[in-house]
């Protein structure tokens, strides 16, 4: 009877049916009947016939809708199984087996359905798009474990499968219909469908979600949004979630999960609308209205974030760049009044959050920390936090450092059901960012260098050995005062325990960063220097907490080669860090010849630089290095004093020691006369340099040598050091030679009476035949014997090249002092005391002066030679002393007296076997009386005695045998 009377208030005589008719298509509909031919009706024909009752009897739209779903089911489970037949899937949805005429009949629902959306949206609308959007999940949820269906994580090819088959883009379409419908006036209906079904079905149901947020994105993310802080206000969930559960948040707001989903999938697309979105939320939640959806917007968006990473690094840069001042005096505000609980459950997840934040973590730590620091009283007004605010943030630092230490030291080992430990994304961002965090942390800004410093250690350790060995070179290398060096070292002892090869492995990096580009010279210096003063650190345990010294030093000694390349850098800062570091590191016991060579060479250059440039403190370290090499081995003693002589005895190095500069238009002990004058004829001069340049014949020929009619260009001014630093120059490296030859005995300071301590014969003897090889290379050690004096005739060219020699270069006089020494190794100078003593003969046999004081530098000459011999014991007492009377003397005397020297060298020879070692006194000597009577060697010395009887009678008993 209510069947009838619906029928009599329908509308049914609009569509040209009876009432009796459509009563019974009402009968056939429910029983499934044909009432002509009473045959079961087919599908087809059952579907048309709820068609009909859905467009004339609004009542029966539940029961009619309800069939249909079984009809697209159908028709869903035949395209199914047409995906096995070949040429089955079509996309055009074109009579296939098994679903004959379905494809009209889902045609006609859509146009029912879309015919009452459009008349009247506002009552249809919600209806019909529960209904859809229920009816895809559901058939989505069912087919989801068949073979033909693709897995739920292959979206893009269920998105594909999906919207192939007729039935489900009708559906599609149908919802689309709606939610455009309502988008201007009250979408949440559609979009609460949506979140229900996503809550039911997911992730079966996510192809969905991800087609209509293409569709429709600012409207889906907003009213998602939306619709998603409603029910977390509903449940009961505007408190905030335990930060170590928060996926209870999904159990106790069932579209939580849903939300979360949702904005997922549509985040590869949209974003930037997904992040405009969120943050409009956060900035209207800060309002001066305190309902509670406002109230719990944060706490909402924070569970959001805690459960979608994504959702976390789309936001968090932006979220705290907003963070000014006043936000933060909003926020706290805010949420003054929440209870002890809940404030610590929101401190908590914020502290969770910053632990899973990726992109953005450095910047979330800078901020912490700027926020966090103590008031300045030059801070700018407007832009001071309060206290309380300061105080949180310190708080939040405390705890984010005690649960990062938890996340770092309780992690799972790896299993077979967890291959790798649980990642921290907060220390997988900073692990990019150690050389900020390593700038930030020797700021030494009160509490600002503790957090950085204890978060380096916990990233070292969560990172492995590489973080802590980038971390500690990096602090090694901008570390500029004691305080800041000790920050490295407190570092490597909270990790040396966890990390047995960190050192060496630091030790490696900061060797390759030595050798690169990536530093500046200016660090790269620095870091030497650090190396060096924690390789030579002595301090107390409270002042150095976890002592390296000798560990480093062992460390750096296996790259003493790799160090010492960097002794020839033009940069004097450079190099002379690398000097001081390698003086300071122990060398490698074995070292090969050609790297002990190359150490030598650097050394040596470095350290007469150094004295070049008046440094002190590098020629000392230089000299410090080259005294630990000699005492390698007896190759390495030789050849560092070879190399020593050699590059000191050098031309260009002979202004050092107060010597002739090249360029100097004279120099000491060479008369002005000697340099060329003015007189010379210009003509000639250029005439010579033609015939060397051809110009051929260009207007812009340049003779270098002067200007026609102007005379010679005038001598460049070439000055070297004062007579006090060439004192001390000498000084310098006469005592770097008797370091390196007397095991490490430093030379007596200069003074009156000077007393050089015994010299190693070895290291003499290596003196000596640099000495020869440097000034006659062409002469060979064995040519000891003392020639006759008609010998001297045929190396006149040699004796006078090495009197040149002697005469420019001050040091060569020191040094051969210091060969006689280590008796015998005077006796393998002979040839250039053969030389000089030629040449001194020679000059006063033909000076015509009255006093030997008018040639000042043979004078000094002959006196230095004939003492340096009788030191060498090369000459008896009694001759060696003859250098005492030579300024009272006349040239041709001294003459007489050094013909008598060289007739004694000539019968008895420099021979070396003549010496006997004195066990006693530890050194050699020779006896003179094997040699036979030298009275006749003294015949020449008494007469010119009793001749200068007035003046040198007081003398007489200086010569006496």
Known sequence: MAAAAALEGSASHRAGISSQELLQEMKAFISGIDPVRGHKLSVKDHARCGILLLRNLPPARGAVLEYLRGVFDEYVSSYILDLNHEGGMGGGGGPLLGRPGLDDVTQEIQSVLSEFVHSNPRAWAPLVSAWSIDLMGQLSSKYSGRHQVPHASSLNELL????SCKATRVLMDIYTQCLSSMISSCPDACVDALLDTSVQHSPHFDWVVAHIGSSFPNTIISRVLSCGLKDFCMHGASSVVDPLFPTLADKRVPKMASVVGILGHLATRHSASIKQELLLMFQQSLGSARDPQQLATVPFLLQLAAMSPMLLSTVSGELIDSLKPPVLDQLHQHFAGLGRDD?????????????????????????????????????????AVRESVRDACHRIIQLLLLNLQKLVYNRPSASLCEPQPRAIPFFDELKGRVRDLCLETLRLERKRHLWQHQLLGLLSVYCGESC???????????????????????LYGGLAASMPGLLPATVRRCVARLHSSSLPEAQTARLMVNLATLV???????????????????????????????????????????????SAVPLPPALSPAQLAGLVRSAVGQFLLALRRGREAAASDCGRLLTRLSAVSAAALRAVLQQLVRSATHSGSAGLFGGWVPGAAWAPGIPPASSPSGGDALLDVNRKFGT???FSGSIWAVFHAGVIGRGLKPASAVTGPGPQEAAHNLYQLLSLVVRCGSGGRPLAEPGPGLSHPPINPEAAKAVAVALVEGLCPDVTNSELAW??????????ERDLQIRNRFEENPLLFPLLQLVALGRPALCYCSVLLRGLLATLMAHWDASRHSLTASSPWQLQASCSLVSCMGQGQLLPPVLSNMHEIFHLLTPF????????????????????????FDPEQGQFYRDFARDGDISKYLNVLHSILHKNIDRLGHLCGRFQV
């Open 787 to 796: 020639p006759p004096e008609d010998h001297a005739r045929n190396t006149v």
């Open 468 to 490: 802590a060995t980038e971390a500690l070179s990096h602090l090694l290398a901008l570390a500029c005062t004691p305080e800041e060096l000790a920050l490295p070292v407190q």
């Open 160 to 163: 594909q499968l999906w919207m």
């Open 692 to 694: 060397a340049v051809n």
């Open 343 to 383: 404030a610590e459950n929101l401190v908590g997840l914020v502290v969770h959050l910053i632990c899973q934040t990726g992109p953005g973590a450095y910047r979330i730590l800078q901020f912490l920390v700027n926020t966090a620091m103590p008031a300045s009283v030059i801070t700018t007004p407007g832009l």
């Open 536 to 582: 030579q650190w002595e301090g107390p345990e409270e002042e150095l907490p976890s002592p390296i010294g000798a560990r480093l030093a062992q460390a750096l000694s296996w790259h003493a080669r790799d160090l010492g390349q960097l002794l020839p850098r033009s940069d004097p800062r450079v190099s002379e860090a690398a000097a001081l570091l390698l």
């Open 893 to 916: 005397e001294v003459h007489l007296l050094l013909l008598t020297v060289w007739e004694y060298m000539k019968d008895n020879g420099p021979l070396p076997q003549k010496f006997t």
